[in-house]
């Protein structure tokens, strides 16, 4: 994980190109998003900078959209099994214990993720840092059977509360 910590001002007086590569990463594997939201300089809060790369999410077309989803990876799936998981994801799963998981909790997972991606066609996504492990497989259990309408609404918020916590760890105080 990276530990180095920016400064809003450091963001704004970067060059496009350098404000992007380090933000690329605060949607997962899709750095459109920070690209978008650049124009929008200078922030003067924390707030200012998410909602400008919340905004710019909304605003993308839906296949654009639908490709950040499943641009995340599932819950301790195939990703965390090879470690290949980016080292945001790795830390989030991780300090829910899902790198961790019992026998059961893991075929339980499976199946899930399984039963998820076939009714939606993108991964199940979830602010796994706002949540204990409990409560995610709560809501992984009650998402599932959702209209595919209702969860793509509901796997980018998620994404955007995702995108606030990566901001929180980045950005110096």
């Given at each position: 994980?990276?530990?180095?910590?920016?400064?809003?001002?450091?963001?704004?007086?970067?060059?496009?190109?350098?404000?992007?590569a380090a933000l690329?990463?605060?949607?997962?594997?899709?750095?459109?998003?920070?690209?978008?939201?650049?124009?929008?300089?200078?922030?003067?809060?924390?707030?200012?900078?998410?909602?400008?790369?919340?905004?710019?999410?909304?605003?993308?077309?839906?296949?654009?959209?639908?490709?950040?989803?499943?641009?995340?990876?599932?819950?301790?799936?195939?990703?965390?099994?090879?470690?290949?998981?980016?080292?945001?994801?790795?830390?989030?799963?991780?300090?829910?214990?899902?790198?961790?998981?019992?026998a059961d909790e893991?075929?339980?997972?499976?199946?899930?993720?399984?039963?998820?991606?076939?009714?939606?066609?993108?991964?199940?996504?979830?602010?796994?840092?706002?949540?204990?492990?409990?409560?995610?497989?709560?809501?992984?259990?009650r998402r599932v059977?959702?209209?595919?309408?209702?969860?793509?609404?509901?796997?980018?918020?998620?994404?955007?509360?995702?995108?606030?916590?990566?901001?929180?760890?980045?950005?110096?105080?």
């Open positions: 994980m990276q530990h180095v910590t920016l400064s809003l001002v450091d963001l704004n007086r970067m060059s496009d190109s350098d404000f992007v690329g990463g605060i949607f997962e594997h899709s750095p459109w998003v920070p690209e978008r939201a650049a124009a929008k300089r200078p922030f003067g809060s924390l707030d200012s900078l998410h909602g400008a790369m919340v905004l710019a999410m909304w605003a993308a077309n839906e296949s654009e959209k639908l490709a950040l989803l499943r641009a995340h990876p599932q819950l301790a799936g195939k990703e965390a099994d090879t470690g290949t998981l980016t080292a945001h994801s790795t830390s989030e799963q991780d300090s829910v214990g899902l790198t961790r998981l019992s893991k075929a339980k997972i499976v199946a899930l993720n399984a039963a998820y991606l076939k009714a939606h066609g993108f991964p199940f996504i979830i602010a796994v840092k706002l949540r204990t492990r409990r409560e995610i497989f709560a809501e992984f259990e059977n959702n209209p595919r309408e209702i969860e793509f609404t509901t796997a980018l918020s998620e994404v955007g509360k995702i995108a606030r916590i990566r901001l929180e760890a980045l950005l110096a105080a």
